[in-house]
């Protein structure tokens, strides 16, 4: 098992453009996640999604949209990058046995837009 | 929506002493608490959960305990090592609904 996979692992963007962040999950979970993490600020949620074809919006989703094709993958798009989108971004999927709902994350991007 | 408040954002113990985290939610319905410990350039991983029909679960040296009254969770460890030392979140979540984190909590274990 790989678990939880990002790409890439480093970007840097200029004012404007956009990409697509990559993730990607094989242990079959339904639930995934994206968050942002800057300094002081925590883990913030981004777009979540509780199974393939259905997302729905966290804490701060402005300038992120995200698709749900497959159980396995949850890219995240900035659609015209900002230098407020200096993060690093965590992708996460969720266990959601009888013992609790563990999120396994992701390596994280690090991205700095310019 | 829940919101969840950490505090404090950092703190500093002796080797062997005992850390203390605390954080308060705003959400009477969620039921699900864990905590997440991130070194320093690495991923947060779980360390304990708590869910909300148990007052208190310990794993070795470190346990949470719930007052769902109060709507407040907490993090004790207990003889502190240096390999502690890192950024502890705490989040609250319903069964079906998203994680919510706190701003997380900077401990640094001095030998």
């Known amino acids: 098992n790989a678990g939880v996979t990002q790409t890439p692992k480093f970007q840097v963007l200029k004012t404007g453009q956009s990409m697509t962040l990559q993730c990607a999950q094989d242990m079959n979970h339904e639930y995934m996640s994206w968050y942002r993490q800057d300094p002081g600020m925590g883990l913030r949620l981004i777009h979540y999604s509780v199974g393939a074809g259905i997302t729905d919006q966290g804490e701060v989703p402005n300038g992120y949209n995200v698709s749900r094709s497959t159980t396995e993958d949850f890219p995240l798009r900035l659609l015209s990058a900002a230098p407020s989108q200096t993060s690093v971004y965590f992708c996460?999927?969720?266990?959601?046995?009888?013992?609790?709902?563990?999120?396994?994350f992701g390596p994280g991007t690090r991205l700095t837009v310019t | 929506g829940e919101n969840v408040e950490q505090h404090p954002s950092t703190l500093s113990v002796q080797e062997g002493d005992s850390a203390v985290i605390k954080c308060t939610y705003s959400d009477s319905a969620s039921n699900y608490f864990p905590w997440y410990k991130q070194e320093l350039g690495k991923r947060p991983q779980l360390i304990i959960d708590i869910r909300s029909n148990v007052g208190e679960k310990k794993d070795q040296r470190i346990a949470v305990t719930l007052n769902k009254t109060a709507k407040h969770f907490s993090l004790h460890i207990t003889e502190t090592q240096p390999e502690d030392s890192a950024v502890y979140f705490c989040?609250?979540?319903?069964?079906?609904?998203?994680?919510?984190f706190g701003t997380g909590t900077r401990l640094q274990v001095f030998p």
């Open positions: 996460a999927s969720t266990s959601t046995g009888s013992g609790g709902y563990e999120q396994y």
């Open positions: 989040a609250a979540s319903t069964d079906t609904d998203k994680l919510i």
